[in-house]
């Protein structure tokens, strides 16, 4: 487990002693996330904004070197995301804002964020983000890019209040514009170090 949050809202009303598990996902919990989608899926209105990953793809996305977190209330995944290394439309959405090579290198691609229906309203989205970029700078890397749809404005809100840049706009195989963003990250560690010395 990575750390416990307490939560304040089940589907839509307040409520007291909600408590959540933000933790890795590993492949024998990828049912759960295939569960999550489904259920996200069926309650979105525009169904090109969450495009489906079977469990090859996330496999895949462990093997080269990413994570997958996941919030769980009980047994139940509520919330999940990854983070992966950069290939085909972000390599190039990367090198078009100009990243070096070994910028790029040093970058992951977050996506893949689902919250669940009814537990939307307790910042999940938030929560996992500054997760995803905690985890990253654990790992030695100096970014991380983001897409999302232009019309996904509460999406947009919080990414762009945890210090991402939006760096281009492209439209995606299903017609879908999006806003390609792109955060720096920054060693506290290390900054705190420079200060001092």
């Not at 589907?11 to 989608?37: P, Q």
């Not at 919330?79 to 439309?89: F, K």
């Not at 390609?180 to 010395?197: F, G, R």
Request: proline share 1%; aromatic share 10%; hydrophobic share 40%.
């Amino acid at each position: 487990m990575i750390k416990k949050v307490k939560l304040s809202k089940f589907n839509g009303e307040l409520c007291e002693n909600l408590y959540a598990d933000v933790c890795y996902i590993t492949a024998s919990k990828f049912e759960d996330i295939t569960n999550l989608y489904n259920r996200v899926n069926d309650a979105m209105e525009n169904k090109n904004w969450l495009k489906f990953r079977d469990q090859l793809y996330l496999m895949d996305v462990l093997d080269k070197g990413g994570f997958i977190i996941g919030c769980y209330v009980e047994e139940t995944l509520v919330a999940s995301a990854l983070c992966e290394l950069p290939s085909g439309d972000y390599l190039d959405y990367l090198y078009e804002m100009g990243l070096t090579e070994e910028e790029i290198n040093s970058s992951y691609v977050s996506g893949y964020v689902m919250v669940d229906p009814l537990y939307r309203g307790n910042s999940l989205h938030k929560i996992l983000m500054e997760t995803r970029i905690q985890e990253s700078i654990i790992r030695g890397k100096n970014h991380i890019v983001t897409a999302i749809a232009t019309e996904n404005i509460f999406s947009l809100k919080t990414v762009l209040n945890l210090g991402f840049e939006i760096k281009l706009q492209k439209e995606n195989h299903y017609g879908i514009t999006r806003n390609i963003l792109i955060k720096q990250l920054v060693n506290t560690s290390e900054q705190e170090i420079e200060i001092t010395a």
